[in-house]
């Protein structure tokens, strides 16, 4: 390890942010729990009993199999299956890793978009902020989740469910992304608002920066505390968003598992008595939702001193 990384690592130890987070049990038990569910979706072709992608591995005899514990489980599948004979957990294991990833990667998209308009907005303003904000406000004016379901619906009945099927995950992340941008734009045109009357963004124009760079290497590194929070929340948003469109018929298809589209798979199951098909991915996406939110709120209250009583 270099001087450099060492370095760093010590500014981290010495930190407000280390100092408070060690401190706070939930959050440390909040970030366990979360890092473990991400390492396990990431190694899941790994940790996965089998493949739940590989009809090759699948038996319809082993359809609805309780978990372990119960009359008639199997050892082999020790959260049973599901309707279509595949084993529960690794169906687990892999749609939350395509949760995460819509997750993730629908708040990167949202950052980019509402990092983009909001420095424009806030630094530019006049017309360019009346435009982008009067668009921003009738986004707002919707739903997430009607947005959501709208374009969907129009992607759906545009491929069709064969095309759909294969392209799933991108089309969830662009329309989540672009649903949820606006939060994080008018987060950051206030804080554009704010910074650029201070006299570090005069000096630079003084020194005759162009504009581009004074908004991203100048005014953007001072207003990501606040996006950071947004984030972490958006990104628990985001896996909801998903697992309601998926329950919905507009996510993810049941060939390529989600913690939504394996909630949606069980429903109709759970009058015949296989509750463990619907109840255990449900618990799964309430705990993964649950630790990111708890993050998220120890987050926002460290970032702003005012709520901070640590």
Do not use: C
């Given at each position: 390890?270099?001087?450099?990384?060492?370095?760093r690592w010590d500014r981290?130890?010495?930190?407000?942010?280390?100092?408070?987070?060690?401190?706070?049990k939930v959050a440390i038990?909040?970030?366990?729990?979360?890092?473990?569910?991400?390492?396990?979706?990431?190694?899941?072709?790994?940790?996965?009993?089998?493949?739940?992608?590989?009809?090759?591995?699948?038996?319809?005899?082993?359809?609805?199999?309780?978990?372990?514990?119960?009359?008639?489980?199997?050892?082999?599948?020790?959260?049973?299956?599901?309707?279509?004979?595949?084993?529960?957990?690794?169906?687990?294991?892999?749609?939350?890793?395509?949760?995460?990833?819509?997750?993730?990667?629908?708040?990167?998209?949202?950052?980019?978009?509402?990092?983009?308009?909001?420095?424009?907005?806030?630094?530019?303003?006049?017309?360019?902020?009346?435009?982008?904000?009067?668009?921003?406000?009738?986004?707002?004016?919707?739903?997430?989740?009607?947005?959501?379901?709208?374009?969907?619906?129009?992607?759906?009945?545009?491929?069709?469910?064969?095309?759909?099927?294969?392209?799933?995950?991108?089309?969830?992340?662009f329309i989540i992304g672009?649903?949820?941008?606006?939060?994080?734009?008018?987060?950051?045109?206030?804080?554009?608002?704010?910074?650029?009357?201070?006299?570090?963004?005069?000096?630079?124009?003084?020194?005759?920066?162009?504009?581009?760079?004074?908004?991203?290497?100048?005014?953007?590194?001072?207003?990501?505390?606040?996006?950071?929070?947004?984030?972490?929340?958006?990104?628990?948003?985001?896996?909801?968003?998903?697992?309601?469109?998926?329950?919905?018929?507009?996510?993810?298809?049941?060939?390529?598992?989600?913690?939504?589209?394996?909630?949606?798979?069980?429903?109709?199951?759970?009058?015949?008595?296989?509750?463990?098909?619907?109840?255990?991915?449900?618990?799964?996406?309430?705990?993964?939702?649950?630790?990111?939110?708890?993050?998220?709120?120890?987050?926002?209250?460290?970032?702003?001193?005012?709520?901070?009583?640590?």
């Amino acid at each position: 390890m270099t001087t450099a990384t060492l370095s760093r690592w010590d500014r981290f130890r010495e930190s407000f942010l280390w100092y408070s987070f060690k401190r706070d049990k939930v959050a440390i038990a909040s970030f366990v729990v979360l890092l473990l569910m991400v390492l396990a979706a990431i190694f899941a072709p790994l940790l996965a009993p089998a493949n739940p992608y590989d009809l090759a591995q699948i038996n319809i005899m082993n359809s609805e199999l309780p978990p372990a514990g119960m009359d008639g489980a199997d050892p082999a599948f020790p959260l049973g299956t599901d309707a279509q004979g595949r084993d529960l957990l690794s169906t687990i294991l892999y749609g939350t890793r395509v949760s995460l990833l819509i997750g993730f990667g629908a708040v990167v998209l949202q950052a980019a978009l509402g990092i983009l308009f909001g420095l424009l907005a806030g630094y530019l303003g006049g017309r360019v902020d009346a435009v982008l904000m009067r668009i921003a406000d009738v986004q707002l004016s919707f739903s997430t989740l009607m947005v959501a379901i709208i374009v969907g619906a129009v992607f759906k009945a545009s491929f069709g469910n064969l095309m759909f099927g294969e392209i799933a995950i991108y089309m969830l992340i662009f329309i989540i992304g672009v649903a949820e941008w606006p939060q994080i734009a008018r987060t950051v045109r206030a804080s554009v608002l704010a910074e650029k009357k201070k006299e570090y963004v005069d000096a630079a124009k003084v020194m005759g920066f162009r504009t581009g760079r004074i908004m991203f290497r100048h005014i953007l590194p001072n207003t990501l505390s606040p996006i950071f929070v947004i984030g972490t929340v958006q990104i628990a948003n985001a896996i909801i968003s998903e697992a309601a469109l998926s329950f919905l018929g507009l996510g993810m298809p049941e060939t390529q598992p989600s913690l939504g589209s394996l909630i949606k798979s069980g429903f109709d199951y759970i009058q015949s008595g296989s509750w463990w098909i619907t109840l255990i991915p449900g618990l799964v996406l309430v705990v993964l939702v649950l630790v990111i939110n708890l993050l998220g709120d120890w987050l926002r209250d460290v970032m702003n001193p005012r709520l901070y009583k640590g």
